[in-house]
């Protein structure tokens, strides 16, 4: 691009939007990149302070602003999403479905570490709505070397650095431990919950058994519960240390493979994850899901209900940001918490 007086530019083509400010009123493009001036336009692009004016001038090997934003979109564009036109050198991207929202951290980084290019997205892992914002892109300065934009595209390489992916599971099952419960001493308070919860991501609670203490009781209602093949089961109750609390035992002898009994975040440090050979997870839920407004399983369910198989690395990262700070007015999920 080259410099020249406004005055001058009649006939010359604008290389970015021009923004114009009136309080109360507009704020906009008035003159939109590729605009060809007329001798019209200069006494408005005067009034909007335009002495000099920014006009294409094409060299090998550049990038204009938009062109560039449109190839740090197409890093990021993947199923499920929508992309705005090009405006003032920035893209964004919004959900099209309720899902879950991903991103790849290592290489969202990489892009960030190049000099002149950003992307900015909404943290991971978190539940999304059709028309939430996902991401921004663009290049810093008005024109880019083309280098940058082939190492950005090169560290990314063919799998975009976000994914939106639609709620999976459909039904689930949910084993009430206790002889409290069992034994009607107790009213139920847990199970509802849970079905709220879980209706948030199109999951019907559609199996519900209470079982006595013991972890043979537990086992058995385990695997009858199995047998009716839910797409998910929650135990709860029978979580703690406590010797009557035989509920992570029970889903280890129910042959569940355990990929952490405790997570680094409070409410919820006792919270149990397992799976079985066909891909069915369990859960032992610990009583902070019944009283508390945000804990481990309001973190995790989105997740699981996603079809994703989580690892052990998947809860110890949670440590940083695991502690939920008690507000007395809970804001959750727009709030620290997990994140």
């Known amino acids: 691009m080259k410099l020249i007086k406004t005055q001058d530019a009649v006939?010359?083509?604008?290389?970015?939007?021009?923004?114009?400010?009136?309080?109360?009123?507009f704020k906009g493009a008035r003159f939109r990149k590729g605009h060809i001036v007329t001798e019209e336009d200069?006494?408005?692009?005067?009034?909007?302070?335009?002495?000099?004016?920014?006009?294409?001038?094409?060299?090998?090997?550049?990038?204009?602003?938009?062109?560039?934003?449109?190839?740090?979109?197409?890093?990021?564009?993947?199923?499920?999403?929508?992309?705005?036109?090009?405006?003032?050198?920035?893209?964004?991207?919004?959900?099209?479905?309720?899902?879950?929202?991903?991103?790849?951290s290592e290489k969202l980084n990489?892009?960030?570490?190049?000099?002149e290019l950003m992307i900015a997205t909404r943290r991971g892992n978190t539940e999304v709505y059709p028309g939430d914002k996902l991401c921004g892109t663009r290049c810093i300065p008005l024109v880019i070397d083309e280098k940058k934009l082939t190492a950005a595209e090169s560290a990314v390489g063919n799998k975009p650095i976000l994914e939106l992916l639609p709620f999976k599971l459909k039904?689930?099952?949910?084993?009430?431990?206790?002889?409290?419960?069992?034994?009607?001493?107790?009213?139920?308070?847990?199970?509802?919950?849970?079905?709220?919860?879980l209706a948030t991501y199109g999951i019907q609670l559609r199996d519900h058994i209470t079982t006595d203490d013991g972890l043979d009781h537990v086992a058995e209602a385990i695997e009858a519960m199995r047998k009716k093949k839910p797409d998910l089961i929650l135990c709860t109750g029978g979580m703690s240390v406590d010797p009557d609390d035989n509920t992570p035992g029970a889903i280890k002898k129910s042959g569940a493979r355990i990929v952490t009994y405790g997570a680094p975040v409070l409410p919820g440090a006792m919270f149990l994850l397992g799976y079985y050979n066909d891909g069915m997870p369990v859960m032992g839920l610990p009583g902070c899901v019944m009283y508390a407004?945000?804990?481990?399983?309001?973190?995790?369910?989105?997740?699981?209900?996603?079809?994703?198989?989580l690892t052990r690395r998947d809860f110890t990262i949670l440590?940083?940001?695991?502690?939920?700070?008690?507000?007395?007015s809970c804001h959750y999920p727009v709030c620290p918490f997990g994140k």
């Open 11 to 25: 006939g010359q083509v604008l290389c970015h939007d021009m923004t114009q400010i009136i309080p109360g009123e």
């Open 110 to 115: 990489a892009v960030n570490e190049i000099d």
């Open 171 to 197: 039904t689930a099952a949910v084993i009430t431990t206790g002889s409290e419960v069992f034994h009607g001493r107790i009213e139920d308070k847990f199970t509802p919950i849970l079905a709220r919860k």
């Open 42 to 104: 200069i006494p408005m692009l005067l009034s909007m302070g335009k002495e000099n004016l920014f006009v294409w001038e094409k060299k090998e090997g550049m990038l204009h602003e938009n062109e560039a934003a449109e190839r740090l979109a197409a890093l990021c564009l993947n199923y499920n999403m929508t992309k705005s036109e090009v405006k003032e050198g920035k893209i964004e991207l919004k959900a099209a479905i309720h899902g879950l929202f991903r991103v790849n």
């Open 319 to 328: 440590g940083e940001g695991g502690l939920c700070l008690g507000c007395e």
């Open 293 to 309: 407004k945000a804990t481990i399983f309001d973190l995790i369910l989105p997740r699981v209900a996603a079809g994703i198989e």
